[in-house]
T-cell receptor, first 114, second 115 residues
């Protein structure tokens, strides 16, 4: 079975700082990779996804993520964070097809100080 | 993007009663929906996969007689927590798979408090 780990549980940044959240998965086959964001008091929203093709994917709100197959990683990045990016970020994986169940990482709680 | 709704958003009930939570895909059809449980400050844990017109598939450790799932139409799945107890208090979240986009979209969640 696949598993997902997010190394940073809590991250605190000042506005305009650059962000990188780590995500590693374990699964030997084809995977589909996702980043979801949960703003305070709101439901999970899709930030970006990778199925195939260009390993650098761009999502909403200036976020991007890079799939590095050799490292089993799918790190999330943003060059300059804003206070409104304060949220919890979840990396997730489906194995063998996006219709299969999502396996979530533990989440990273990001706080951006104004 | 695709919209998924849940009803109710918050329910408080007495111990021993049953509670039904609805999950609807509003602008797409979903042959597959998923039910998750989220504990405070923790990630989502998949409880079951709900397939339209067939029995749900439960994850290990989830009691299927306690958490009844019905997926009677392509836009509606329900989760019934039977004989609820305080330890069932949690945040229940559903997602629906939009096959056209090959992506799961999440509902806003239902907070269940059992007194």
């Amino acid at each position: 079975a696949q598993s997902v780990s997010q190394h940073n549980h809590h991250v605190i940044l000042s506005e305009a700082a650059s962000l990188e959240l780590g995500c590693n998965y374990s699964y030997g086959g084809t995977v589909n990779l996702f980043w979801y964001v949960q703003y305070p008091g709101q439901h999970l929203q899709l930030l970006l996804k990778y199925f195939s093709g260009d390993p650098l994917v761009k999502g909403i709100k200036g976020f991007e993520a890079e799939f590095i197959k050799s490292k089993f990683s799918f790190n999330l990045r943003k060059p300059s964070v804003q206070w409104s990016d304060t949220a919890e970020y979840f990396c997730a994986v489906t194995a063998g097809g996006a219709g299969n169940m999502l396996t979530f990482g533990g989440g990273t709680r990001l706080m951006v100080k104004p | 993007g695709a919209v998924v709704s849940q009803h109710p958003s918050w329910v408080i009930c007495k111990s021993g009663t049953s509670v039904k939570i609805e999950c609807r895909s509003l602008d797409f059809q979903a042959t597959t929906m998923f039910w998750y449980r989220q504990f405070p400050k923790q990630s989502l844990m998949l409880m079951a996969t709900s397939n339209e017109g067939s029995k749900a598939t439960y994850e290990q450790g989830v009691e299927k007689d306690k958490f009844l799932i019905n997926h009677a139409s392509l836009t509606l799945s329900t989760l019934t927590v039977t004989s609820a107890h305080p330890e069932d208090s949690s945040f229940y979240i559903c997602s629906a798979r939009d096959s056209a986009r090959d992506t799961q979209y999440f509902g806003p969640g239902t907070r269940l408090t059992v007194l």
